[in-house]
């Protein structure tokens, strides 16, 4: 697909969010549709490094989590509006995904992922004792009047539709630059790219700079969504876990794996909670995570593939 037709799709995607949002449907339909489309941007900002430059990171709920109490910190502060609060949450977590990649990113493998559990720890430990932004007791946000569509469900799910696309737009940018070739070498054979003139340590300050920015963005808007903000929602495990599972599901050495693995994997968990039970997230998760990498490892695209040159 040319960038060209890649920008229309993009912009039909934006305006059947908007047309849906016109519609007000049920309200729950908004605020599963959010928490997929939030999947959409996590699998997609963690596959810039976990896919793209082999970088397995398991501190995604540390960067979400960050996103979501600097917008506390800049509402206490400033009654910053929603723009503001997700790009400063970006930046923030831009800043600590350099940061850690200057520390972490010559550590490799099983090393550099239990590196970004324990910042995962750190920053929660930091959190909970930080009373500004609730502590260990938590955060209530009074949610003012939505300035558009007059509803903070419609308001957040089409916000969701554009980051989701912004996301996805960039990640593809990426995959098909000089870049993403280079990320491509780096997850290969890192010491043979290393030899070819590849800049593999700016390229890995790259990714963790640009997926902890999308984290961040991820979780910025999260307060307005939840309203009461603690410690165990923002680092819950399955940020973590479908971080790596849905990129898995799809396929993590292109833009459209992650895509395809949250919404598959994001709608069942919606519709698992409705019918059944939230506590069997982590388990559907789990069995679907195990089936994929038996049978089919290289993930829903990998397997298509296969098949079709049989």
Not at 147 to 158: C, E, S
Request: proline share 5%; net charge positive; with cysteine.
């Amino acid at each position: 697909m040319r960038p060209a037709r890649a920008l229309i799709v993009a912009v039909a995607i934006i305006g059947l969010g908007l047309l849906l949002a016109g519609l007000r449907v049920n309200p729950y339909i908004y605020f599963a549709g959010y928490v997929v489309l939030q999947y959409v941007v996590i699998a997609t900002a963690w596959n810039v490094l976990g896919g793209y430059a082999g970088y397995v990171n398991f501190g995604t709920p540390a960067f979400f989590a960050l996103g979501a109490y600097t917008s506390i910190a800049l509402i206490e502060a400033f009654h910053a509006p929603l723009p503001v609060l997700i790009l400063s949450g970006g930046l923030v977590t831009a800043l600590l995904g350099l940061g850690i990649g200057y520390l972490t990113l010559r550590l490799k493998g099983v090393f550099f992922s239990i590196a970004t559990f324990a910042l995962s720890v750190v920053v929660q430990t930091l959190i909970i004792n930080w009373d500004y932004v609730g502590g260990a007791k938590g955060y209530t946000l009074i949610r003012p009047p939505a300035p558009v569509f007059g509803n903070w469900g419609v308001l957040l799910f089409t916000l969701m539709v554009v980051l989701a696309v912004v996301t996805v737009l960039v990640a593809r940018t990426i995959e098909r630059s000089w870049i993403g070739r280079g990320l491509a070498a780096l997850r290969d054979n890192e010491e043979a790219a290393e030899c070819m003139g590849v800049p593999t340590l700016r390229l890995k300050l790259f990714a963790t700079t640009l997926s902890g920015f999308f984290l961040g963005v991820a979780g910025a808007p999260f307060p307005y969504y939840v309203t009461y903000v603690e410690p165990a929602s923002t680092f819950d495990l399955n940020y973590a876990v479908n971080a790596l599972a849905m990129p898995m599901i799809g396929g993590t050495t292109t833009w459209l794996g992650p895509v395809i693995g949250a919404v598959l994997l994001g709608t069942a968990q919606q519709v698992a909670t409705v019918t059944i039970s939230s506590e069997l997230d982590l388990l559907i998760v789990g069995v679907v995570l195990v089936l994929f990498v038996v049978l089919a490892p290289e993930g829903l695209l990998g397997l298509v593939r296969r098949l079709r040159s049989r």
